[in-house]
Nanobody, 128 residues
Framework: QVQLVESGGGLVQAGGSLRLSCTAS????????MGWFRQASGKEREFVAS?????????????VYADSVKGRFTVSRDNAKNTVYLQMDSLKPEDTAVYYC????????????????WGQGTQVTVSS
């Protein structure tokens, strides 16, 4: 089992940057594929980015971005620190949402229903 805690959200102007962190407690973090999702007010939760498990090779395979963030967001992980990151650049007002990280044992994907563990979320607000 793993517990996830996100941090790094806040208020930023359009065009600015934020880096979200998601730190996991528990064992075998490197065996979890990690996903970032977001939920804007009144909308369904949507996929943002994912990164694979167990080492650089698998992590590279599992790196996927939603079209809406491709080229602006970068996902990475540091297994030694049990942490996954989401670097968000060139932020737009439509990026405003609560951002969640999620963990999936030996798997990765874009469907939030397949992830077993979730953080509490961190608010990102982008002003125009």
């Amino acid at each position: 089992q793993v517990q996830l805690v996100e941090s790094g959200g806040g208020l930023v102007q359009a065009g600015g940057s934020l880096r979200l962190s998601c730190t996991a407690s528990g064992r075998a973090f490197s065996n979890y594929g990690m996903g970032w999702f977001r939920q804007a007010s009144g909308k369904e939760r949507e996929f943002v980015a994912s990164i694979g498990w167990s080492g650089i090779r698998w992590s590279d395979i599992g790196i996927v971005y939603a079209d809406s963030v491709k080229g602006r967001f970068t996902v990475s992980r540091d297994n030694a620190k049990n942490t996954v990151y989401l670097q968000m650049d060139s932020l737009k007002p439509e990026d405003t949402a609560v951002y969640y990280c999620a963990a999936k044992w030996l798997g990765v994907g874009t469907d939030p229903n397949t992830y077993s563990y979730w953080g509490q979320g961190t608010q990102v607000t982008v002003s125009s």
